[in-house]
């Protein structure tokens, strides 16, 4: 085989993205919360990279080449000339040291804190500082420790609490957790221990199942629920397939004295661990804000930036930079963060802007969800919004991904607007997310001794022109719903 080399040319087209490119499309995703999370990042990490400290996020930065001619002689850049007999210069030298002086002077000594009562600011602010959420185990573990009970009891309740999910249940069996090579306890220590476990704060916690969770919170309640107790412990199944007759027919009591007890019922708490833990509720706020005009002749489009600060390079180091008796390697390291600093600075204003026309389009496609509600939400692919501004279409879906709008029908996120649809039978065109609250509205106004099937929405819809759905659709908008069929909604 012989080898050889050669040269030759090929013409192709490839896509490259600058690194300005790719933080631009990486800042435009970002929500707010995000952008401000990575802005203080920048901050910290670039030192040319500073807040602008005027109210006025316009105003042009303060020049410092020149001072000001209010300033007094001592004020001014220590700067020794040679074109006089530097007369003046060395007079403000000498005046150096009384102004230390007297600055010192005003400032006071500095003394130790010898007064125990007198507070330590550091110490104080540790004091304010909010606690870490205390975890469900570690809620469980701290009440165990105080549980009277034999050493086997303990490691067995120990061991139990280590598998108890987050919302308090024990999901394996006692069997699994005793091992033949274990001898610091046995079976029967575990279930010793699932009881006293189950006496624990919140109540309910260590339950198996949904039926010993809501026997112990009836048990641990303090009132008399002997009646309930009895419909749970004997009719749990017929219970959840809301099967009422049959259960009202074996108890040999009335229907309406099992609706009170369901109502009872429905007091407990069927995920008592989800009491205790940190809160996973992640914040929401609203990046666009759109406002009704005074005299009711459209809407308003703005930005809910109030909390994103506005950013500048710093004055001191761009001249540094510019300066030619600086060394090559400090300007150069001062024009790459400068460089950096600026392709931020342009990619949140792009951002901005991006945003703003984003929604404007928005709210001229969709003026009638705006004016009237959920109902006249329209159909609204993203091409068209993207044709609209001059942008491609990529850029809108980043533009929208995790942003919300605030307006008078609540805080809603903007991909909300972005859906496909059907036409009625008049030709007017209603979105899913419109057809979907059309459905909730229609189960709302149902007769609960009566509910509708999903067949029978299905006619309802279509004599309001929306004769187009299949069955099977209006069944898996009602599971997005998360409304139940017919037969778990009826109200005996």
Known sequence: MKLEMNTHMRLEQRMKLAPHMIQSMEIL???????????????????VLELVESSDPEAPPVETDKPPDNISVDERDLVVKTDNNKVEDFQRLDNLGEGFQDYMSQAGTFHKRISPDEPDPKLEAIKNTAAPPQSLHEHLEEQWRMIDAEKPVKNAGSMIIDYLDDRGYLTVRLEQLHNKDRTDFNLDDLNKALQLVQKLEPTGVGAR?????????????????????????ENMDALLENRLPDIAKKMKCSVEAINCAVQHLSKLDTSPGLQIGPDRNLPVTADVVVEALEDSTGFSVRLADSNVPNLKVNNYYAKMAKDTNVADKTKKFLQNNIRSAQWIIDAIEQRKNTLLKVTRAVVKFQIDFFEKGQLHLRPLPMSKVADDVGVHLATVSRAVAGKYVQCS?????????????????????????????????????????????????????AQIGINNLARRTVAKYRKLLNIPTARFRKKY
């Open 29 to 47: 995703q970002l929500p707010i919360l995000a952008l401000q999370e990575r802005i203080e990042q920048e901050l910290n990490s670039n030192p």
């Open 209 to 233: 199942d949904l039926k010993e969770c809501l026997l112990i919170q009836m048990a641990q309640s303090g009132k008399d629920m002997s009646f309930e107790s009895r419909l749970v412990a």
């Open 409 to 461: 029908w609540g805080i809603l996120p903007l991909r909300k607007f972005f859906s496909g649809g059907t036409k009625d039978a008049n030709g007017d065109k209603y979105s899913w997310e419109a057809i979907r609250a059309k459905l909730q509205q229609i189960i709302d106004a149902e007769d609960k001794s009566k509910p509708l099937s999903d067949d029978q929405i299905r006619k309802k819809l």
